[in-house]
């Protein structure tokens, strides 16, 4: 079992921006698809973005344009990077990794993922 931690979360002011880390650690040094997903008070999980160890990514179509995903393989990091966030971006935002064999680009969906990070909270006001 991988071992995922965020950070960067906190709190902005719409239009601001922020970057989400998640570094894996133990089980695997090798995760083939990583992901970040969101969850709102009282809303289902959904997933934000995810991207391929070669590099293909799927990003949602709520925050295409504003978010970027990106990894860095040597350091076993997956970061979001979050630009013009508005306030129903507000939500916990969890790191996610698929160890075994997963498409390219991965599919936005949790049951593709194996293991989960305790989530780090973006909060955006207006």
């Known amino acids: 079992q991988v071992q995922l931690v965020e950070s960067g979360g906190g709190s902005v002011q719409a239009g601001g921006s922020l970057r989400l880390s998640c570094v894996a650690s133990?089980?695997?040094?090798?995760?083939?698809?990583m992901g970040w997903f969101r969850q709102a008070p009282g809303k289902a999980r959904e997933g934000v973005a995810a991207?391929?160890?070669?590099?293909?990514?799927r990003i949602a179509d709520s925050v295409k344009g504003r978010f970027t995903i990106s990894r860095d393989n040597a350091k076993n990091t997956l970061y979001l990077q979050m630009n013009s966030l508005k306030p129903e971006d507000t939500a916990m935002y969890y790191c996610?990794?698929?160890?075994?064999?997963?498409?390219?680009?991965?599919?936005?969906?949790?049951?593709?993922?194996?293991?989960w990070g305790q989530g780090t909270q973006v909060t955006v006001s207006s």
């Open positions: 996610a990794a698929e160890i075994g064999v997963c498409s390219s680009p991965p599919l936005l969906s949790s049951y593709y993922f194996e293991s």
């Open positions: 133990g089980g695997t040094s090798s995760t083939a698809c």
């Open positions: 991207i391929h160890e070669f590099g293909s990514t």
